[in-house]
């Protein structure tokens, strides 16, 4: 393998600024790990952008301030040997590995707020979500210093909170959004639906049916009857919104975009697409 694992801020600190020292690029994808084909992708694409000399760091990080109380943090599915011998695979320079210490020194007591675009959606479901959310990334792009990060279109909103964040805190990172990978059938990829069991996973495609749905016949109550119907338990949000602001809209405009979050049983899944998309 070529890959190095990096562990501590200092081994961190000293790659970041020899990187620097030789004026590379640094490109930075974080995760929390149980990486899949949809984590590749993003990890290929920091490739290409880094360039063969810039350098592609990738961070396996399990936050637990961005889960809530009654959550999966502790049976968040974790395997790093397998994770790092996948981002060696799409030629990943370093996986940065950090302890829950090494990023919250202090316990989590500095944190970032996301504001409003925080609490709706994902953020009324999950109360405090996605100010942890704020404060690792931001926490994480300090230590990295990186020049471009990569994140998934498969976690809208938390694109919207992450530019906000990188906005207000005047820094001067490249974001990228790349492209949602699906199983053949549909399905988002998720490092969730390890959970579902072979009954939930043959209804979970249907997810991504209704957004098709949507997007065709624009019907959001007849498809949260469908998903139902379908065998999904409950349904957080199923909603059209302004791809921008997040705000609920009446009638799809240029950018609309449909966003939903229901459960199979125990497991909650997410996915979103644009009413423009093909
Ligand atoms: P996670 O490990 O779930 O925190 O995700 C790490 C990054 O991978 C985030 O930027 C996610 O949006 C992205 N990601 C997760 N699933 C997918 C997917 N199916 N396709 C593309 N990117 C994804």
Known sequence: M????????????????KCQRGGFPIVFVPTMGALHAGHVSLMQRARAEAGPDGLVIASIFVNPTQFGAGEDFSRYPRDL?????????AGVDAAFVPTVEAI???????NLSAGAIGTRWEGE????HFDGVAT?????????????????????????????????????VKLIKAPTMREVDGLAMSSRNA???????????KLYETLLAVRDDGRIEDAKQALLAAGFDKIDYLALVDGTTLEPLQ??????RIIVAAWLGNTRLIDNLGMADE
Do not use: H
């Not at 070529?2 to 600024?17: A, D, F, G, P, Q």
């Not at 300090?142 to 994140?151: G, N, Q, R």
């Open 2 to 17: 070529k890959i190095s694992l990096i562990e501590t801020i200092n081994e961190l600190k000293n790659l970041v600024e």
């Open 81 to 89: 040997q397998a994770d790092v011998a996948k981002l060696d695979a």
């Open 104 to 110: 919250y020194p202090s316990g989590p007591a500095t």
């Open 125 to 128: 479901s999950r109360p405090g």
């Open 136 to 172: 690792v990334v931001a926490r994480l792009f300090e230590l990295v210093e990186p020049d471009v990060a990569i994140f998934g279109e498969k976690d809208f909103q938390q694109f919207a909170v992450i530019q906000q964040m990188v906005a207000d805190q005047g820094l001067k």
């Open 195 to 205: 959970y579902l069991s072979e009954a939930e996973r043959s209804i979970a495609p």
């Open 251 to 256: 009638t799809p405009a240029s950018n609309a």
